[in-house]
T-cell receptor
Framework: SQQGEEDPQALSIQEGENATMNCSYK?????LQWYRQNSGRGLVHLIL?????REKHSGRLRVTLDTSKKSSSLLITASRAADTASYFC??????????FGAGTQVVVTP | DAGVTQSPTHLIKTRGQQVTLRCSPK?????VSWYQQALGQGPQFIFQ???????QRGNFPDRFSGHQFPNYSSELNVNALLLGDSALYLC????????????FGPGTRLTVT
């Protein structure tokens, strides 16, 4: 299975600090996506990185991908209380099937 | 431009009953995927519809079935409900049958008693 597996399971930081979470997967992918979910509701797409890309930025987000190690990381810089959420990585196959892991719960305290 | 919409928002059913959940994709999208998210877990892929055909299916029993209509909207049907079917059901849409970013609806919370 190419299901993503996030680490750590939970992360607690203060506003202004950076948050880093990692994702590992098992098989080849077309791309890897990161999503955020607030309070068990709908998922919000954050960023997509293709298998031939190594790094991508979007605002305060930085994603890396190492296909040789089958791993990815998501960095949120200068975190805010509004960043409190669950974050999921989703390795994606050529048909667009997302294989989510259990996620990382991030709590940002003021 | 409306995003992905799902109905109903919440649903309570009894074991053994059948349920139908509905999803309207984002404007311009023609591919719909369904996911089941149990409490505290990540979403699990149920199936994907493209051009009114089931294109991919996850590890779910035949009690889970679906349909896509000519206007690209979709239904998820679950027969003979079990307590373990209680979950948040998420619909996601994307364009051109491609593996690009998917837009998720707010979900339908199903409780089976």
């Amino acid at each position: 299975s190419q299901q993503g597996e996030e680490d750590p399971q939970a992360l607690s930081i203060q506003e202004g600090e950076n948050a880093t979470m990692n994702c590992s997967y098992k098989t080849s992918i077309n791309n890897l996506q990161w999503y955020r979910q607030n309070s068990g509701r709908g998922l919000v797409h954050l960023i997509l990185i293709r298998s031939n890309e190594r790094e991508k930025h979007s605002g305060r987000l930085r994603v890396t991908l190492d296909t040789s190690k089958k791993s990815s990381s998501l960095l949120i810089t200068a975190s805010r209380a509004a960043d409190t959420a669950s974050y999921f990585c989703a390795p994606t196959d050529s048909w667009g099937k997302l294989q989510f892991g259990a996620g990382t719960q991030v709590v940002v305290t003021p | 431009d409306a995003g992905v919409t799902q109905s109903p928002t919440h649903l309570i059913k009894t074991r053994g009953q059948q349920v139908t959940l509905r999803c309207s994709p984002k404007s311009g999208h023609d591919t719909v995927s369904w996911y089941q998210q149990a409490l505290g877990q990540g979403p699990q892929f149920i199936f994907q519809y493209y051009e009114e055909e089931e294109r991919q299916r996850g590890n779910f029993p035949d009690r889970f079935s679906g349909h896509q209509f000519p206007n690209y909207s979709s239904e998820l049907n679950v027969n003979a409900l079990l307590l373990g079917d209680s979950a948040l059901y998420l619909c996601a849409s994307s364009a051109g049958g491609s593996p690009y970013e998917q837009y998720f609806g707010p979900g339908t919370r199903l409780t089976v008693t």
